[in-house]
């Protein structure tokens, strides 16, 4: 059988967790016998074989992004003839997949990963192009053979904004990790490169500069963390620049009060995020919109303890008071995950924080346990045989 992997991100260009999940499910993928794997993805060629890649059309030079989205989209979905099955990830993708199941006559599989209607900031970044990617998500998703959800929350989710949908049609693949690749590595003179003090407790923050990642409530909780504690943020790609503004604001402020904060603004290669990693005392999670949160995974792989919002799929990944703690938040149910009461969240987020790097024999049991469950329940070996499942299914005619 062959299958079509469709995605924005695929290396070397990935930014998020929805890219490291693509690369490392077609890594799997390609190890089954009698699978071949192709990929079409965004952005500069790539000399990887079976793999394909577009750039935006000049034509639409300056154009929304949206647009320039689905000019890519309709390259894709013509290259994608003599697929037997076409798979998409994210918005960007999901067109490309919908029209080239149209037009070969194959399945079209969507994993959702995030959904538009839950992300309505996105407004701020694409101004009208927002209505664009929501009609396309959902046109793609209603269209699509099957949609394989990222956490049994995100099912759910998917429903509820989708209501059309058959729920026979939607299954549970969870996201997974590769524990060799995400192993502890001790390199204290490497910490110190990066500017970070082995020897201090720290805090680190990975993830994009958005409001669905919570920055600015995590900023705002590490104000009441104990002097000695460094905080660490590698956190790049801002989604507008009114929240770049508002990060840099915080991240101003609290490095005003205290010693220790420390912001790596590119992006690190993979070995130098799990030496940060495997340095913290704890990993910070306060995602108010979170599928699942590959990146909880990748700090429990590398045996660090994760303080994670209780939201969407995390609860599914960490194991409150193992593996780390989860801070419950009451948010708007407005698709904006918004914090009802944000003190009570910033507080209660603090004091999560407080309470492991004040106790690092603590911090560090829940980090090996953290290790331990990953290996166990999260092998791409498995996650890819379970999509194999879905791939068969609708293959065979059902869903």
Known sequence: ???????????????GGAGVHVAELVRALRA????????????????????????????????????????????????????????????YAN???????????????????????L????????GGGYAVSSWAERTAYEGAAAVIAVSAAMREDVLRCYPALDPERVHVVHNGIDTDDWAPVHDPDRVRALGVDPDRPSVVFVGRITRQKGLPLFLRACAALPPEVQIVLCAGAPDTPEIEAEVEGLAASL??????????REMLPRQDVVTLLTAATVFACPSIYEPLGIVNLEAMACETAVVATATGGIPEVVVHDDTGLLVPID???????TPLDPEAYVAAFAEALTSLVTDPG????????????????????????RTVGVYDGVVAGGA
């Open 362 to 385: 603590r911090a560090a049991a829940m980090g090996r346990a953290g290790r331990q469950r990953a290996r166990d329940s999260f092998s791409w070996g498995a996650i890819a045989e």
């Open 95 to 117: 067109m490309a997949g919908h029209l080239a199941g149209l037009l070969h006559d194959v399945p079209h599989v969507v994993s959702a990963h995030s959904l538009e209607p």
């Open 119 to 126: 992300r309505p900031w996105k407004a701020e970044q694409l």
């Open 1 to 15: 059988m062959r299958v079509d992997v469709l995605s924005k991100e695929y290396p070397p260009e990935v930014y």
């Open 255 to 264: 490095a005003d009060g205290r010693s220790g904060v420390v912001w790596i």
């Open 331 to 337: 948010q708007a149910d407005d698709g904006t995950g």
């Open 32 to 91: 089954r016998p009698g699978l071949e794997t192709r990929v079409h993805a965004f952005g500069a060629p790539r000399d990887e074989p079976l793999t394909s890649s577009y750039a935006e059309p000049a034509e639409l030079a300056g154009a929304n992004a949206a647009l320039r989205t689905l000019g890519v989209d309709l390259a894709i979905a013509d290259a994608c003839a003599g697929a037997d099955l076409v798979h998409s990830h994210t918005w």
